[in-house]
């Protein structure tokens, strides 16, 4: 067998293996979107977006750190459960920290949108699947941290979609630039008929979020059986009067 002979066997591999790592390296639509229903309540969820640094979520008056929210998050075609505990809030956010569950964790931007950025809002579909929509800054971004969704109803939106992050796409990374609130603005003529919604922009988010997030600290939560393994949840395998959470699935 000649030299070049087993060069080029040595190259189709790596050739074939080239398109492969492209797909993995492009990252599908987040699924930081998550549910929670304040300790003993049902209804409407609270809306949170799960980042490095735990579940961001819009804070409320009575809001204290401690308080416990069931969650639920989707992994894959299912939703795992899971209960949280406020960790940090002030008068806008709050930070809630799973106790058992290792989250899909969304990557915090570090710079500013961009003018010529696309940026989306994280909503979902009729199917409960992530449906990332192109949204615009409201009148090119003049009056701040306000957007339009071209084609939603924005009262809708605001309504059942106020928690949810907002992003941007850099090098085939989703990073998270804002959360958006219940805020609705129209100027006083509205000659386009736009209805604008708020949003939290990284400013005001850096004010509850660390410098940096020490990755070789971050908890390390034992495996849970029932997303990892398929193994239902078990009464006991979520202990939630132990406050270091050691009372983990088995």
């Not at 129209?186 to 020490?214: C, K, Q």
Request: hydrophobic share 35%.
């Amino acid at each position: 067998m000649s030299p070049a002979t087993t060069v080029r066997r040595r190259l189709l591999p790596l050739a074939l293996l080239l398109p492969l790592l492209a797909a993995a390296c492009a990252s599908p639509p987040p699924s930081h979107f998550t549910r929670l229903w304040p300790e003993g309540t049902t209804g409407s969820p609270i809306i949170g977006t799960s980042t490095e640094d735990g579940i961001l979520l819009l804070s409320r008056p009575d809001f204290r750190v401690g308080d416990r929210f069931e969650l639920q998050f989707p992994v894959g075609n299912s939703l795992v459960r899971d209960w949280a505990r406020i960790d940090r809030v002030n008068d806008n956010l709050a930070v809630a920290r799973p106790l058992t569950a290792r989250i899909v964790e969304g990557r915090i931007a570090t710079e500013l949108p961009q003018p010529d950025e696309k940026i989306f809002l994280a909503l979902r579909d009729e199917d409960d699947e992530p449906d990332m929509t192109r949204v615009r800054p409201w009148r090119d971004g003049m009056y701040g941290d306000w957007i339009v969704v071209p084609g939603r109803d924005s009262e809708q939106v605001a309504r059942e979609f106020q928690g949810t992050g907002l992003y941007v796409r850099r090098k085939g990374r989703w990073q998270i630039v804002g959360v958006l609130t219940g805020l609705l603005a129209e100027d006083e003529e509205n000659r386009r008929g736009e209805t604008a919604l708020g949003y939290i922009g990284l400013l005001e988010m850096s004010r509850i979020l660390p410098d940096h997030v020490p990755y070789f600290e971050h908890d390390i939560k034992p495996l849970r059986p029932d997303f990892e393994f398929g193994v239902p949840l078990q009464p006991g395998d979520i202990n939630l009067d132990d406050e270091d959470a050691s009372g983990q699935g088995r």
